[in-house]
Structure formats: structure tokens, C-alpha cells
């Protein structure tokens, strides 16, 4: 409740939550709003947005509407940057909490294999995966969750180091509770409050790779994505800016809208630690 | 006691937010240059909050009701300079990448000192660590607890104050050095004419430190006086019951210990009558319905309708 | 001591090393603990009396040595063998604070060892937990209490309802009552005293305030430097102490004037 009160009091946090919450509504009532799909010629070719208002910020050259790629792209935008992110906390919490429990050797190999990813930048990682396994939805998200799971992996592995010399962890090995039972009741979660607030930079590194990865015509060919009206556009830059413009602006707010929500979410938690 | 008074209280009290209770309420007292007052209380009694606010070292946004005078220093004590502060755990008052004789040459030249560094090693002697040259050169993590806390100590007095606060500064010491740096203390303000506030929860290590004696319990000072007096007749049931539960070294091994019961009330109650009623053994009915007065003189006396003498 | 022995541990030699330097943690130490009976460990800081309870109840790995608890040997077992004869010796930590999951109601603290080692049928474990509560002086209605939103002296009794909970012969008690506050400290030493008059059950003391010590044991042992010093009946020790460090921790002890 009082983290609550103290995210509530933070401004950066509130204006993001706020963006976040509209385009989070925008994505579910996309298909409300434009059931027909997106990728369907709705009128002429490059019409100029507020001129005809059945399609308020225009077409594209094969006379698509921008407005309902747009809305139907932060679907896809926010769908993967958040299970992106999810499969990399989860991935990441696996890895930090056995290589931090078990120690010795075991902990070596599973962090030398994590700075051996570390060192391979995130987006040629999954630039490469794509171009192998072919590209959709699930292949993206597990694509980009794969040059993201390395920092949860060690913000997790050494909040487990500190926890596991707790008392009350040892308690839980003196009445004779399994290691299992223990990584996953005792240390879990008290390890997991600091990565929350790197998820907000997971998600939003997730989102622009999704983007990126669009652009160069690697995301899921069925689904509009910004990152694909941009590169549509991208031909026209000249005659029909807005085709790029558009889209790019949505992208920004989203990312800032992100960070800007993670900031809240820092200053809720840093509060709450300061307290105890 | 015709000692200059240093500092007077009263109806002291500290509230940490507007919202919150008084974290301690309606002290009186008074203490005169040269004395040692020892404050007794368990955690959250608000023995820790009227050290602090004595030190003038209350974090911004709480607010002190009654009176806190400075006779002596005709205004309110400057930190460091007039009250020198001892904190439970010298790891927060010691900068761990810094050396330990340039951490005291700095406090001591921020109050003025010609040559900080002598001074520092000065300070280091004068709180009984061996080889103070090398010590001044030693960082935090290469010395032990007690060690660290004498350097805090030593920190403390680098600004030459007239009144020592330490706050539980020994209490998280084992015993045997505990008992090295309660001496030292005592002899540093004996030799230096210190006033000395020691805050703990040990009434038997208040008994051999202060000349002055309050007792704290749940927000409230249930009894203060001269240190031969409240431990040999203590007015206060609370204080009784403290007594008889200290365990010396020469009550052996029997059925049971002496132990007062329940625990005390939630902070934030708030109760019509005295705070330690639902514990006394000498409670009566009109203890549960109105908070008692004060009884006896204002620095000789105690919180309680108990007749004067009757717990002896 | 006539009673048999149900802790033997002989020769226990733990070294640590940091920063290139070896500090003897344990240097060939033996205890012996008789049922019913409280062995008080005690020694100023750094002596090791710690490092030995954990190294009991295998939380620390020793370098050297053997520990039998009711005849088996404790060391020698690993994986689910050792977690199933962890419930003969349990241990109260010193600061309750800690030692409970901070995320923990009441109930889920004292019902982890019955369920951990199947002690109660399903449907039966409210009524286990009402019991154990009962025990350490605590009404059922704590049950779903939160552990953070409970007093020290609370805490301190589910500390010892859980270690109760899987009936063990000795209890290690590490500084049991070092962090609670003096009014409720007699009430937790009285609760130790009384569940061993009634219940039998051994424990190992670790302390260093001889004032306690002197309330609950039996025999003591004074540790210096990983090392066993002095070694002998409580009234022994207290009466005549031998050793210098047991005679530091005597003087140690703040008298009461008059007393």
C-alpha cells in the first residue's frame, strides 16, 4: 500500500504508468476499433493524414490505413516486449539462483557460459537465431529474451549469494527442507525485488529490438509491426513522411513511457528498503 | 547540587510526524556540567529518540514539544562542537575507504584545530588503543568492534565537547570488551569533566556508569534520580521489576528465572492510564483509567501512585 | 556425566582461510551432551562457540572429526538420509528477526518441519500448529499473523515452536536471548527451562553472557581460539573458574550493587 502511495508520488512514474495504461488500452481494443485486418486497402494509395477522416492520419502506398497499423502494431510491440522480457527474467532467475545455490564448479560453467553471451551484442544474437529458425511471434520473443537473460542471471546469482548466508535460510536446512524446496520457497523470493526494476529496461531494449528487427523484415510477416511501418514508409521518406514519422513517434513514447515506469517503480522500492 | 545546569528539559517530547504518536512524551529533567545520566529502556521505548534530540540530531520533519533549554550555552548546542554522539554501530559514523587518523584530523581541523594530525593521534592515545601512530593509518575493516568504536568515540570528543552522548555503544560488543569501553568512558569524562548521557537497556551496566539514573519505558519516563537511589529504592514498578530481572553470576541454575510478564503496549495505542499498568504487580484499578502523575521532586521522583518507599 | 551420551562429537577442526591467512576456527574440540541436560558453550567473540553449533548441525563442513547423534554417525550422512535425522537436533538462532522468513505467516514457519518430514496426516496440521503453539505460550489465533508484524519475544517463541516440531532430543541454542529485550528475556529463558523439565530434551547453550549461563546450565565449557579451556560442572565453574578467558567473562558479568 505504501509502495503504492510512494510509486503514486513519484511524477515520473505516474506520467508513465498513464501513457503505459493508454497504450495498453489502445493494443487491447485495437481489433474493437478496426476489426477488419490492418493489412487490408481501405482507399486510395498516400492519402495525407486529417484529410479524409475514415482514415485520420492517411495510407500508405497501397492505400492501407496508418491508424489501424498503428494500433494493431502496439499489440504486437507491447505483446513481445513483455513476454520478451518475461522468458528473460525467468530464464535469468534460473540461472542466477543455480549457479548461486550450488557454488563450485557448477556455478562456474553457468557464468562463463553467461559472459559468453554477454560479450555477443543482444541484437545480432537474435538477428542470427531469426534468420535460422525462420520468423514468428514465439520465435521473436525467444529471440530477443535471448540477448536479454544475462543481466537478471547475475543481478539474481549475487542477490542469492547474500541471501543464502541468511539466517533463515539455514533454519530451512535444519529442519531438513530440500535444496529444491529452498531455492524455490526461501531464497526465489527475496532475490526477485531487484530485478524488478530492471525489467522496465528489459522490456524496453525488447520492444526496439522487436522494432529493429521488423525493419529488417524479420519479425512475423502476418502481423503489422512498427518496426515494419517504418520500413514502409521508409521508400515513400520523401513524399509521404508521416508513414515513417508516425509510427517512430509511438515507438518513442512507448520506450519512454517504460522507463519512465520503471523509474516509479525504483523510487517505490528504493523507499521501501530505506524503511526497513 | 550546585553544579552549573547544562541542559533542562520540559514536558520534553518528540514526534517523528505529525501523523505518528509521541515517540516519547512529558520528560522533565535536568542535568547539571560533570554528571553522567544513564537512560534505560528497551527498543522502542524512545530511549534512543531523547538521546537524539538532546544532540539536536532528529532527522528534518519531526517536531520537539516542550522545552529543551541550554543554560550553559545560552542557545541550542551545535552537533559535534558542544554534544559529541557515540551511535550503536561505529560502522555508520566511519568511512570505510578512508583512514582512521585522517577521518579524526578532519573532524578535528572542521572544529578549528591548529594541527589536526598530531591531534588525531592524540585523540587515538587518549581512547587506549595501542600504537597510535600505526592505528592512525589503519583502515575501519582492519580494526576489531571494540576497536572501531573506540575510533568513534575518539571522533566523538575530536571536537572537544563538554557533553558525551552514547547511544547502546556498547551494546552490540561482546562482554568482556563491552565492559573495557564502558570503563573508558567513564574515566575519559571523570578526566575531562564530560557530561555523559549513556543510553542502554542494561540496567546493571547503567548501575556502574551514572551518577543519575531515567528510566524510559514505552514512551514515557517512568522514573529518574540519583543512581543510588533508584537502585536501591526504586519507585517505579517498572524499575523494580528491571532490577529483579537482572541476572548476575551468582544465582544459580534453579526452576526459573525472574521474568516480568506480557510485553509492552503497541506504540501507537493510545491508553487512558499508566503504559506498564497491564504488567504491574501493584496495579489498581484507577492505574487502567488515568495516567498517573508525577511523584517526588522533578530530577528525584517517578511516574506512580505507589506512596514513596513501598517498593524497597 | 552418568547419564549416556546422545551428542558425542570428538576432534572437530575447522580452519578458514582469508586473505592468505589461516584462522583456526575449531582446533580439536569434544563435546559431550547427556539428555536432559544443558551444556552451556561460552566464550568471548572469535573463540568459535558459533562456528561449533553450526558445524553440529552440518551447516558449517568441517575439515576434521565425528559427530554421533543417538549413535549414528552425523557426518557421515548426505542427501536424504541427513535431512531425515536432522529432525533428532534442532537449533533457536539468535535473532528471531532473521531467522524467520521475513515473507512468512506464523503457521507456515511451524508447519515447514511437519510437512517437510510428513509428521501429520492431511487435514491434522491446524491441530498440530494450535499444539505447538500452545507449547511456547502462544494462542492459536497467531497462526496467520505475519512473522515481521509480531514482537521480538513473539517471534523468538515460533522460533522455538518450529524447532520443537519434529519432537527432536537436543535443541542448539545459539545466543538465544542476546537479542530480545530484558522484560521479555526471563519470559524465554523461563519457557527453555520449563520445556526441558517436562519434555527431556538436551541443549546445547551457546552463550556469552555468563549471567544467563549461570540461570540454565548444567556444565559448561569455556572456548578460547577454537579450543576447549575449561571444562566442568556449572557450580565448578562459577565457583572456582581455572582459566583466565572464563575468569575474564566472570568479571565481565555488570553486578547490581547490594547484590
Known sequence: ?276 | ?312 | MSAPSILTARGLTKTYRTGGRIVPALDGVDIDLAAGETLAVVGASGSGKSTLARAILRLVELDAGTIHVGGRDFRRLAGAELRAERRRIQMVFQDPALALNPRGTVRSVVADPLRVHSLVEAGGQADAVAALLDRVGLPYAFADRPVHGISGGQRQRVAIARALATKPSILVLDEPVSALDVSVRGQILNLLLDLQRKERIAYLFISHDMGVVRAVADRVVVMSRGRIVENGSADAVFRSPRSPECRELLDAVPALPGR
Request: proline share 7%; aromatic share 6%.
Open chain 2, 1 to 312: 547540587m550546585t553544579a552549573e545546569v547544562l541542559v533542562r528539559l520540559a514536558g520534553a517530547g518528540v514526534r517523528y510526524s505529525a501523523g505518528l504518536p509521541a515517540a516519547i512524551a512529558g520528560v522533565s529533567l535536568s542535568l547539571a556540567r560533570g554528571e553522567r545520566l544513564a537512560v534505560i529502556g528497551e527498543s522502542g521505548s524512545g530511549k534512543t529518540t531523547l538521546a537524539l534530540a538532546m544532540a539536536g540530531l532528529l532527522p528534518a520533519g519531526s517536531t520537539v514539544e516542550g522545552r529543551i533549554e541550554w543554560p550553559a550555552f545560552g542557545g541550542a548546542p551545535k552537533p559535534g562542537r558542544d554534544v559529541g554522539y557515540v551511535f550503536q554501530d561505529p560502522s555508520g559514523s566511519l568511512d570505510p575507504v578512508m583512514r582512521v587518523g585522517d577521518q579524526l584530523a578532519e573532524v578535528a581541523a572542521a572544529h578549528g584545530d591548529a594541527d589536526p594530525h598530531v591531534n588525531a593521534v592524540e585523540l587515538i592515545a587518549q581512547v587506549e588503543l595501542p600504537d597510535p601512530v600505526r592505528t592512525a593509518r589503519a583502515y575501519p575493516h582492519e580494526l576489531s568492534g571494540g576497536q572501531r568504536q573506540r575510533i568513534a568515540l575518539a571522533l566523538a570528543l575530536a571536537g572537544r565537547p563538554s557533553m558525551l552522548i552514547a547511544d547502546e555503544a556498547t551494546s552490540a560488543l561482546d562482554p568482556v570488551v563491552q565492559k573495557k569501553l564502558a570503563e573508558l568512558v567513564v574515566r575519559l569524562c571523570r578526566t575531562n569533566g564530560l557530561t555523559l548521557v549513556f543510553v542502554t537497556h542494561d540496567i546493571a551496566l547503567a548501575a556502574g556508569l551514572g551518577t543519575r539514573i531515567a528510566v524510559v519505558y514505552s514512551a514515557r519516563l517512568a522514573e529518574t534520580g540519583p543512581a543510588e537511589r533508584v537502585l536501591s529504592d526504586p519507585a517505579h514498578p517498572y524499575t523494580k521489576a528491571l532490577l529483579e530481572s537482572h541476572l548476575g553470576r551468582d544465582v544459580p541454575r534453579g526452576a526459573r528465572v525472574h521474568a516480568i510478564e506480557g510485553q509492552p503496549p503497541d506504540p501507537a495505542l493510545a491508553l487512558p492510564g499508566c503504559r506498564f499498568a497491564l504488567r504491574c504487580r501493584h496495579a489498581v484499578a484507577t492505574c487502567n483509567r488515568s495516567e498517573p502523575g508525577w511523584a517526588g521532586a522533578r530530577d528525584d521522583g517517578a511516574a506512580c501512585i505507589l506512596p514513596a518507599g513501598m517498593l524497597r
Open chain 1, 1 to 276: 500500500m505504501s509502495a503504492l502511495r510512494r510509486f503514486a508520488g513519484s511524477p515520473d512514474g505516474v506520467v508513465g504508468a498513464g501513457l503505459l495504461l493508454s497504450f495498453a488500452i489502445v493494443a487491447v481494443f485495437a481489433p474493437v476499433a478496426y476489426p477488419e485486418d490492418p493489412l487490408s486497402i481501405v482507399g486510395g494509395p498516400l492519402v495525407r493524414p486529417f484529410v479524409d477522416w475514415s482514415t485520420p492520419l492517411g495510407t500508405d502506398r497501397l492505400g492501407r490505413d496508418l491508424l489501424a497499423g498503428l494500433l494493431h502494431g502496439a499489440r504486437t510491440s507491447m505483446l513481445v516486449g513483455l513476454f520478451a522480457a518475461l522468458v528473460a527474467i525467468l530464464l535469468g532467475a534460473a540461472v542466477g539462483v543455480a549457479a548461486g545455490l550450488s557454488g563450485g564448479w557448477i556455478d562456474e560453467s553457468l557464468m562463463r557460459i553467461t559472459e559468453a553471451f554477454q560479450t555477443v551484442p543482444g541484437f545480432l544474437l537474435a538477428l542470427a537465431f531469426i534468420s535460422v529458425v525462420g520468423p514468428s511471434l514465439p520465435m521473436v520473443v525467444f529471440a530477443i529474451a535471448l540477448g536479454a537473460w544475462t543481466g537478471p542471471a547475475r543481478v539474481v546469482r549475487a542477490e542469492v549469494l547474500s541471501i543464502r548466508e541468511r539466517d533463515f535460510v539455514a533454519a530451512a536446512r535444519v529442519i531438513g527442507m530440500h535444496p529444491v524446496e529452498i531455492a524455490w520457497r526461501e531464497v526465489l523470493p527475496h532475490a526477485l525485488p531487484p530485478v524488478v526494476s530492471l525489467a522496465s529496461v528489459i522490456v524496453a531494449g525488447a520492444i526496439l529490438t522487436e522494432a529493429a528487427l521488423s525493419f529488417l523484415g524479420l519479425g512475423d510477416p502476418n502481423r503489422v509491426t512498427w518496426g515494419g511501418l517504418i520500413a514502409e514508409g521508409r521508400t515513400v521518406l520523401r513524399s509521404a513522411p508521416y508513414l515513417s514519422i508516425v509510427p517512430g513517434l509511438a515507438l518513442l513514447s512507448t520506450v519512454l513511457a517504460v522507463h519512465l515506469t520503471g523509474e516509479g517503480i525504483v523510487a517505490a522500492l528504493a523507499g521501501r528498503r530505506s524503511f526497513q
